[in-house]
């Protein structure tokens, strides 16, 4: 089975300051792992993606994430936040084989605070 | 490009009655799929369509919800009887299919359903 961990329940960065969101994973194979944002009262919105290839990828909004398979992580970072980035931000991770389905597995979600 | 959309936004309704949720996806989005998040806990996935087939419906709790997709467009999920701990946001998300590369699922608004 699969399963995405998100340690912390909230983050609290000073803007301007870099924005570390922690993300770890347990799935078979390699992962296809994805991070999205909710801002209130809104969907949640796609920030971005690993499916293969470089191990960092960059995403909307100024927002970057590495993938480590040793450390099974895929944590989100921003070199400098802003006040706009407060918002909920969950990880998912999916099988990339067939038989597993497309369904994602969303961690708990981590509340992003970014103070002026 | 029309994104997700989902009617109601929210719904209140007592325990004992029925509630229909309805999705319209992304045109051209042959894969569909229904998420809920309840007491702020994990999204968790409901069930997957592709176009009018139910590809996998393992998250589904229980007889009590009925997932339809007629004609491979739009999608129900109806709740009958709805029981207190159905309360929760119900996520409706489409995906291309597979062959177009992309593995992102976009997800609608959410549906706040509160059963008193």
């Known amino acids: 089975a699969q399963s995405v961990a998100q340690p912390e329940d909230q983050v609290n960065v000073a803007e301007g300051n870099p924005l570390t969101v922690k993300c770890t994973y347990s799935?078979?194979?390699?992962?296809?792992l994805f991070w999205y944002v909710q801002y209130p009262n809104r969907g949640l919105q796609f920030l971005l993606k690993?499916?293969?290839?470089?191990?960092l990828v960059k995403g909307s909004y100024g927002f970057e994430a590495e993938f480590n398979k040793s450390q099974t992580s895929f944590h989100l970072k921003k070199p400098s936040a802003l006040v706009s980035d407060s918002a909920l931000y969950f990880c998912?991770?999916?099988?990339?084989?067939?038989?597993?389905?497309?369904?994602?597995?969303f961690g708990g979600g981590t509340r992003v605070l970014v103070k002026p | 490009e029309a994104g997700v959309t989902q009617f109601p936004s929210h719904s209140v309704i007592e325990k004992g009655q029925t509630v229909t949720l309805r999705c319209d996806p992304i045109?051209?989005?042959?894969?569909l799929y229904w998420y809920r998040r309840v007491m702020g806990k994990e999204i968790k996935f409901l069930l997957h369509?592709?176009?009018?087939?139910?590809?996998?419906e393992s998250g589904m709790p229980n007889n009590r919800f009925l997932a339809e997709r007629t004609g491979g467009t739009y999608s129900t999920l109806k709740v009958q009887p709805a029981e207190l701990e159905d309360s929760g946001v119900y996520f409706c998300?489409?995906?291309?299919?597979?062959?177009?590369?992309?593995?992102?699922?976009?997800f609608g608004p959410g549906t706040r359903l509160t059963v008193l």
């Open positions: 045109s051209g989005h042959d894969n």
């Open positions: 690993y499916i293969t290839g470089d191990n």
């Open positions: 998912a991770v999916r099988a990339p084989l067939k038989a597993a389905g497309n369904k994602l597995t």
């Open positions: 799935v078979s194979g390699n992962p296809y």
């Open positions: 998300a489409s995906s291309q299919p597979p062959l177009a590369g992309s593995h992102e699922q976009f």
């Open positions: 369509f592709v176009k009018e087939s139910k590809q996998d």
